[in-house]
């Protein structure tokens, strides 16, 4: 399979916890890792693989994977959390990079 | 630190062909481990892959680009560069150079900041 599936939007309330999942049949072989993208900015990773975080993104983010869906969760959000999410991982094939059609989260 | 730069013409006639470099600062392209590779967003709309190489190895292609797209490597300048042919006003996007791992975990973990292509007459 191609594609990772992603809900189009969500939204959380300030210091609440919010869950984005991203659904694929080559996450059963592959891990997804997620980036964040504010308005006008390049993406920056956030999670990685079995829950990995890279240096300077805050412990409310957290990642794990439950047969084809993989979930970025955001443990009590801010409101600089706001920002469109995308996952990605390789296809069935393993030779290709797929994106996910990206999760759009407002903190109300 | 690592830092990508992508350069090119912000404008593209239809039909012509897109051509961006990247340029790699604060390490090397022929490092191992890592995949070096292009990623566009059409305004408002999500990321796509391009494609992506491994120095000396592998280089592999979004297959609904392929047939009109070429990567090519030069390590002298630690340079990457994109030439999309036959290009369309589907084609106007933002493009991006990035850096990634191509493991059990595809993470993309350096970006570019990103150059603007409208493709219009």
């Known amino acids: 399979s191609s594609e990772l599936t992603q809900d189009p939007a969500v939204s959380v309330a300030l210091g609440q916890t919010v869950r984005i999942t991203c659904q694929g049949d080559s996450l059963r072989t592959y891990y997804a890792s997620w980036s964040q993208q504010k308005p006008g900015q390049a993406p920056m990773l956030v999670i990685y693989?079995?829950?990995g975080r890279p240096s300077g993104i805050p412990d409310r983010f957290s990642g794990s994977t439950s047969g084809n869906t993989a979930s970025l969760t955001i443990t009590g959000a801010q409101a600089e959390d706001e920002a469109d999410y995308y996952c990605n991982s390789r296809d069935s094939s393993g030779n290709h990079l797929i994106f996910g059609g990206g999760t759009k989260v407002t903190v109300l | 630190q690592l830092r990508l730069q992508e350069s090119g013409p912000g404008l593209v006639q239809p039909s012509e062909t897109l051509s961006l470099t990247c340029t790699v600062s604060?390490?090397?392209?022929?490092?191992?481990?890592?995949?070096w590779g292009w990623i566009r967003q059409p305004p408002g709309k999500g990321l796509e892959w391009i494609g992506s190489f491994y120095y000396l190895a592998s280089t592999y292609y979004n297959p609904s680009l392929k047939s009109r797209v070429t990567i090519s490597v030069d390590t002298s300048k630690n340079q990457f560069s994109l030439k999309l042919t036959s290009v369309t006003a589907a084609d106007t996007a933002v493009y991006y150079c990035?850096?990634?791992?191509?493991?059990?975990?595809?993470?993309?973990?350096?970006w570019g900041q990103g150059t603007l292509v409208t493709v219009s007459s």
């Open positions: 693989g079995n829950n």
């Open positions: 604060g390490g090397s392209i022929s490092s191992s481990n890592y995949y």
């Open positions: 990035a850096r990634h791992w191509f493991t059990a975990v595809t993470h993309i973990d350096y």
